[in-house]
């Protein structure tokens, strides 16, 4: 049997990501899936901010049973993850990654905080797995806007967004939580860029090393991608304050975290 695989998304986990298709509800969808994989079911738990999708991969790979045949469900940055898995599929004679390739990130992760790429590209030759299909929902493929320079920006907006609604302001303790809040991802928003602090996000800059890598013309990889990608528009009072607050820094279609087209 093939095995299904579940990759959850930036500061998240297989529940918040995947979790409501294990809702009673969902019982004979859960059923309709689940059924050609039996017991082949698996889900990579792994930290998103802290840790670079490079060390995921690793992480994944040395888990990885032997001789799988592999069905992808990412969402969000956690298609990062698999599109390294899916170099195990290069097309042609070439490796996963070459020696070009492998030079051309060294020379941009000198401390290796970007994760070890040689490592992650001995194991894809090492172990013996397939990557037969891959649903690829939300991912910042070519990066996203929101960790670029303009995060700054979209935190100011939403701040200011959140001070203005009425019923917020009269809500015990709900001022000291906005506070410490505001804080801690002002922290992230400075931090950002910093691989050594968070090599999670720095990954999903447009343009970083990893962006570069996983984007090269010159590489094509075998198997099934279906990529699913959103955009968010303001039918509820929620997802107008979201558009609203998004809309000046992504300045194209985006589903509030992922421009559209880079998915």
């Given at each position: 049997?093939p095995?299904l695989?579940?990759?959850?998304?930036?500061?998240?986990?297989?529940?918040?990501?995947?979790?409501?298709?294990?809702?009673?509800?969902?019982?004979?969808?859960?059923?309709?899936?689940f059924?050609?994989y039996?017991?082949?079911?698996?889900?990579?738990?792994?930290?998103?901010?802290?840790?670079?999708?490079?060390?995921?991969?690793?992480?994944?790979?040395?888990?990885?049973?032997?001789?799988?045949?592999?069905?992808?469900?990412?969402?969000?940055?956690?298609?990062?993850?698999?599109?390294?898995?899916?170099?195990?599929?290069?097309?042609g004679?070439?490796?996963?990654?070459?020696?070009?390739?492998?030079?051309?990130?060294?020379?941009?992760?000198?401390?290796?905080?970007?994760?070890?790429?040689?490592?992650?590209?001995?194991?894809?030759k090492k172990?013996?797995?397939?990557?037969?299909?891959?649903?690829?929902?939300?991912?910042?493929?070519?990066?996203?806007?929101?960790?670029?320079?303009?995060?700054?920006?979209?935190?100011?907006?939403?701040?200011?967004?959140?001070s203005?609604?009425?019923?917020?302001?009269?809500?015990?303790?709900v001022?000291?939580?906005?506070?410490?809040?505001?804080?801690?991802?002002?922290?992230?928003?400075?931090?950002?860029?910093?691989?050594?602090?968070?090599p999670?996000?720095?990954?999903?800059?447009?343009?970083?090393?990893?962006?570069?890598?996983?984007?090269?013309?010159?590489?094509?990889?075998?198997?099934?991608?279906?990529?699913?990608?959103?955009?968010?528009?303001?039918?509820?009072?929620?997802?107008?304050?979201?558009?609203?607050?998004?809309d000046?820094?992504?300045?194209?279609d985006?589903?509030?975290?992922?421009?559209?087209?880079?998915?």
């Open positions: 049997r095995t695989l579940f990759l959850h998304g930036t500061a998240s986990s297989i529940r918040g990501s995947f979790g409501a298709l294990w809702e009673p509800e969902k019982v004979d969808l859960r059923k309709k899936l059924e050609p039996g017991t082949n079911v698996l889900a990579l738990e792994h930290a998103t901010l802290s840790t670079s999708p490079v060390q995921n991969a690793i992480d994944l790979l040395e888990a990885l049973p032997a001789d799988a045949r592999l069905h992808l469900v990412s969402h969000s940055r956690g298609g990062l993850v698999g599109e390294l898995l899916c170099r195990k599929m290069a097309a004679a070439r490796e996963p990654f070459t020696a070009d390739e492998l030079e051309a990130f060294s020379l941009l992760n000198p401390d290796g905080k970007r994760g070890d790429l040689a490592e992650l590209n001995r194991l894809l172990k013996t797995f397939m990557v037969e299909r891959f649903v690829r929902v939300a991912c910042p493929a070519w990066g996203t806007t929101l960790a670029s320079r303009r995060f700054d920006i979209y935190l100011s907006i939403l701040f200011n967004l959140l203005k609604i009425p019923f917020l302001s009269g809500v015990p303790g001022n000291i939580v906005h506070d410490v809040f505001s804080e801690l991802v002002m922290l992230v928003a400075k931090e950002r860029t910093d691989p050594s602090v968070l999670g996000i720095e990954a999903m800059i447009p343009g970083s090393p990893l962006v570069q890598l996983l984007n090269r013309p010159d590489c094509t990889v075998e198997g099934e991608l279906r990529v699913i990608a959103g955009d968010m528009e303001g039918g509820t009072l929620l997802s107008a304050l979201g558009t609203l607050a998004t000046p820094v992504f300045r194209k985006n589903d509030l975290v992922v421009d559209t087209e880079a998915m």
